[in-house]
């Protein structure tokens, strides 16, 4: 049932990518292992990243139960789907469930795919990361791929929806990381936060993401031309949790 039903919203999802003449480029998804546990930690820039992210996985065999907020689940068809697919909702206030949860399908050899973020960036830098990714990867022993996407953002994110075709998103996963037994969670998630940021800078700087002359671009982040929030004041527009770690990577301002 479960393999049934993401059968078809992936078929869904590559329906709805044709239709708005969307293109997804992909590099770096040999990382992505065919088999056995692993924890894909994912930017988030859009509400379509999942979309994009299987887009990919597929590509190895692989569906991936994404951590995702449990207000979803208020809707009964969408709740029915979900849970069909075998993806986790995620209630910030009381995360244990989903922990506990998302651990059983990494034991059970699953790809779980987390938003370490825990939700939207408005700056459309990496902001500040939960430790939940690490703490998976330390009880369950599977590795973490982390994976950066751009150009959703300017489709379907907070305050914008623009459904004009032709446009371009790129994926790129980065090489496996993995968590000694004893190893400091916050470290090793500032260390992830660092990876994340390479990789998604690597690919807002690529020609075809970068604003025009002249233009203003809400969009693209501040440090790197666009005219979207700076770090500092999207600080104020990000719900974080109090628990995540701030970032000690990225631009400062």
């Known amino acids: 049932m479960s393999e049934a039903c993401y059968r078809a919203a992936n078929a869904l999802g590559r329906l709805v990518l044709r239709i708005l003449g969307i293109r997804v ?7 992505l292992p065919t088999s056995g546990p692993v924890l894909l930690a994912v930017t988030h820039s859009s509400y379509p990243d999942f979309v994009f992210v299987e887009k990919a996985a597929i590509t190895r065999g692989r569906y991936v139960r994404f951590m995702t907020r449990h207000d979803i689940w208020r809707r ?6 979900m849970d069909a697919m075998g993806h986790v909702p995620v209630d910030r206030e009381a995360p244990a469930a989903a922990y506990l949860t998302a651990r059983r399908l990494l034991r059970e050899g699953e790809a779980v795919g987390v938003f370490p973020e825990a939700g939207v960036s408005h700056s459309f830098t990496v902001r500040a990361l939960m430790r939940g990714t ?3 990867a330390r009880e369950t022993g599977a590795p973490v791929v982390p994976v950066a996407l751009w150009g959703g953002q300017r489709i379907f994110t907070v305050g914008r929806v623009d459904l ?3 446009r ?9 990381m993995r968590i000694a037994p004893g190893e400091d969670l916050t470290e090793w998630t500032r260390d992830l936060g660092a990876r994340l940021t390479r990789l998604l800078e690597e690919i807002q700087d690529r020609p075809h993401h970068r604003p025009r002359p002249e233009e203003r671009a809400p969009w693209h982040p501040a440090h790197l031309g666009g005219a979207a929030p700076t770090r500092l004041e999207a600080a104020e527009l990000d719900s974080v949790p109090r628990s995540a770690v701030p970032p000690t990577w990225g631009p400062t301002a």
């Open 76 to 81: 009964r068809v969408l709740a029915w789907a």
């Open 134 to 136: 690490a703490s998976l």
């Open 25 to 31: 480029d992909v590099t770096g998804v040999e990382h």
């Open 168 to 176: 371009r998103v790129d994926v790129s996963f980065g090489e496996p």
């Open 164 to 166: 004009r075709r032709g």
